[in-house]
């Protein structure tokens, strides 16, 4: 929780002008072996750039904001019991150019990190669907340590999804890995939305994907070596060290 309050405090920017939001349930599970936790994410596509968030994270940023901004503390947005986000990433697509991802986290201090879009050897599979009322074929892939099953719809012609998933001939509606760790299915479409597309990147710290991958493993196996690397200095009751092994949505340190 501690975490979605200080990325509140990042400033707001508008990247772009939201035209297709699609909405998808998920359902993540953060530690190797432990259950799948709920959370909501939203793909928002705009003129040049999409946007790949959790709409839980998104909202409970905005709604820490405006209660600090009117006199209030962390104690009256506890009060108000939002669902918490597992899926902590943001992606945006073809920012800050075109064939560029920017990725948003936080760890001890609010991050970016800067990657090529990735090429993915999509292998089209049986095992047709339909979602939503939307008549979807079947892919996978392997893509950053893990096989990746996707299911998308011609009738939606982009080549986009959810989480850094896309290059298929269709919007990419239900994308699960080949362990049920993660697993992104669209539950609605909203059609012209035009509304400002905004994302927290003011004030953030560089980093690479490889060092936000250590802390995430060290966050959860060795939490004062956490604690330490990040800069963390609050006493809390959690075990320094833990048998624990963290589920990461990809690795780049993978063996």
């Known amino acids: 929780m501690f975490c979605t309050f200080c990325d509140a405090f990042a400033q707001w920017i508008t990247v772009d002008t939201v035209k297709y939001r699609f909405h ?29 968030y959790s709409r839980w994270s998104e909202e409970g940023a905005l709604t820490f904001d405006s209660i600090m901004a009117n006199g209030g503390n962390v104690a009256d947005y506890l009060a108000m019991g939002l669902p918490v986000s597992s899926f902590g990433d943001r992606v945006l697509k ?17 991050l970016y990190y800067e990657e090529p879009i990735a090429k993915k050897d999509w292998k089209l599979e049986e095992g047709d669907t339909t979602i939503i009322g939307y008549p979807c074929k079947k892919a996978s892939c392997r893509f950053r340590g893990r096989t990746w099953h996707c299911w998308y719809a011609m009738d939606i012609p982009f080549s986009e999804g959810p989480w850094k998933l896309d290059g298929l001939p269709g919007m990419i509606l239900k994308a699960q890995d080949a362990k049920n760790q993660f697993i992104m299915e669209c539950i609605g479409i909203k059609k012209d939305v035009n509304k400002p597309m905004i994302s927290k990147l003011a004030k953030r710290v560089k980093t690479t994907p490889q060092y936000v ?26 075990a320094a060290t833990s048998k624990d092994v963290a589920c990461l949505i990809e690795y780049y340190n993978k063996k």
Do not use: F, H, M
Not at 30 to 52: A, F, M, P, Q, S
Not at 94 to 110: F, H, M, S, V, W
Not at 213 to 238: H, Q, T
């Open 94 to 110: 073809n920012y800050p150019q075109a064939g560029r991802l920017t990725i948003t986290c936080y760890e001890g201090k609010d």
């Open 213 to 238: 991958e250590k802390v995430r493993k060290l966050s959860v196996s060795n939490w004062a070596a956490y604690k330490k690397l990040v800069g963390l200095n609050w006493i809390d009751g959690r």
């Open 24 to 52: 998808y349930a998920t359902k993540v599970t953060l530690i190797e072996g432990n259950k799948l936790r709920d959370d909501e994410i939203n793909v928002d596509i705009g003129n040049k750039t999409t946007y790949c």
